[in-house]
Structure formats: structure tokens, C-alpha cells
């Protein structure tokens, strides 16, 4: 096996300006989390919606999964960034979500207000790490943030309008 394969990944030290560049990209780890168990259980819920909204909810929620599995990648490589390594085990990530599984498939109505919670608090929890990257001088995790903190609060919205 060539040398360059048995390379295993590490985090690095970064001098960009970022004060606490650790504490931001233990932060921006959640969001990777919550971003991927979210992703998983829109589209699980793509898949399984059923009902007279069928056609509605199935397209809502694949324009809303593409844009998770995007914007997963974009938060991981600046975790990357930031000096620090991205999620490896899907262990990892359930533990770190605030995403969490309902007990049974849900209804049409059910899995709408499921999402629309965890929209809801995925926005609460990336506010906290906008906060601590405007404290740390850190724009670019800022502005990432505010992006997908907006995505979420819509998101929200699309379902909350929908679950009337």
C-alpha cells in the first residue's frame, strides 16, 4: 500500500484569528449532527408520507433533504477549517443531535410537526454558536450560520403551514 494511503487524518493547529477556534467547531459539530439526523429522517419521511397532502409533503421535504445534504457538507469542511476533524461515526452524530427518532412511523400531520420541531430547535441551538463565533471574531462560521439558521426558520414555517 502506498505511504500516502496510511495517512490518518488529525486535527491541526490554525492561526487565522479565530479566538476559540475549538470551541466554534465543537459547536459547528452539532450542527453537523442535528444537520445529517435531520436529513435522514426528512427523507425517511419522504419516503413513507402517505395521505390526501401526499404530493405536497413529498415534494416539500425532497427540496428540504437536498439542501441538508449540502449544507452538511459545507458546515463539515469548515469544521475542517477550523482545525478540527468532521464526524466519523454515525454513532457519534445520533448522540450529538437534537434530532431523535419518534417511537413508531407517524402519521402525515405527525410528521410534519415532528420536523417542524426539530427545524425549530436546530435554529435555537445554531444561534448559540453564531453568538460564540461573533465572540470569537470568527465571520465566515457566522455568516454560514445565519444562512442555515434562516433555511431552518423557513423550513418551519413551509411545515407549520402546511400542518393547518
Not at 479565530?18 to 444537520?35: K, P, R
Not at 416539500?60 to 441538508?68: G, H, S, V
Not at 469548515?78 to 476533524?85: D, E, F, N, P, S
Request: aromatic share 4%; net charge negative.
Amino acid at each position: 500500500m502506498s505511504q500516502a494511503l496510511k495517512t490518518v487524518p488529525k486535527a491541526s493547529k490554525i492561526d487565522t484569528g479565530v479566538s476559540d477556534a475549538s470551541g466554534i467547531a465543537e459547536g459547528l459539530i452539532a450542527a453537523v449532527a442535528d444537520t445529517h439526523c435531520l436529513l435522514f429522517k426528512t427523507q425517511a419521511y419522504h419516503w413513507n408520507v402517505e395521505g390526501p397532502l401526499f404530493h405536497s409533503i413529498h415534494v416539500l421535504t425532497e427540496a428540504q433533504y437536498n439542501d441538508l445534504f449540502a449544507a452538511n457538507d459545507v458546515i463539515a469542511e469548515r469544521v475542517r477549517a477550523l482545525g478540527k476533524l468532521a464526524p466519523h461515526q454515525m454513532g457519534e452524530l445520533a448522540k450529538l443531535s437534537c434530532v431523535k427518532d419518534l417511537k413508531s412511523l407517524p402519521s402525515a400531520q405527525e410528521m410534519v410537526e415532528d420536523l417542524v420541531a426539530d427545524h425549530e430547535a436546530i435554529a435555537k441551538r445554531l444561534r448559540d454558536v453564531i453568538a460564540l463565533a461573533e465572540e470569537g471574531d470568527d465571520p465566515v462560521t457566522a455568516d454560514l450560520l445565519t444562512a442555515r439558521c434562516a433555511f431552518h426558520e423557513k423550513a418551519a414555517w413551509m411545515l407549520r403551514a402546511t400542518a393547518k
